[in-house]
Nanobody, 115 residues
Framework: GQLVESGGGLAQPGGSLRLSCAASGISVDYYAIGWFRQAPGKERELVSC????????YYADSVKGRFTISRDNAKNTVSLQMNSLKPEDTAVYYC?????????WGQGTQVTVSS
């Protein structure tokens, strides 16, 4: 399986970006899909995830109410809509898929929030 992120870039504080994670070789509807981020000098952290089958979601407190995760089974993608962006959201964002012992990571996409 392979995951490819896209949609990162530069945004102003208060702006929006939409990240997409395109999967190949696996079906996202059978995997728990998570978005992680890692800022310079910090550990990688879980931002949001969506469970397989039952569409349960999780958001870190720092993004709750601003970010929305969604899955499109027909396109085999998982997206992260990021609104009201803050400078502290600046990081490399990674897509992750997990089902039992099978895990996959994307290569990451840079998100920079700055005026």
């Amino acid at each position: 399986g392979q995951l490819v992120e896209s949609g990162g870039g530069l945004a102003q504080p208060g702006g929006s970006l939409r990240l997409s994670c395109a999967a190949s070789g696996i079906s996202v509807d059978y995997y728990a899909i998570g978005w992680f981020r890692q800022a310079p000098g910090k550990e990688r952290e879980l931002v949001s995830c969506i469970s397989s089958s039952y569409v349960g979601t999780y958001y870190a407190d720092s993004v709750k109410g601003r970010f929305t995760i969604s899955r499109d089974n027909a396109k085999n993608t998982v997206s992260l809509q990021m609104n009201s962006l803050k400078p502290e959201d600046t990081a490399v964002y990674y897509c992750h898929a997990r089902k039992f012992a099978n895990t996959y990571w994307g290569q990451g996409t840079q998100v920079t929030v700055s005026s």
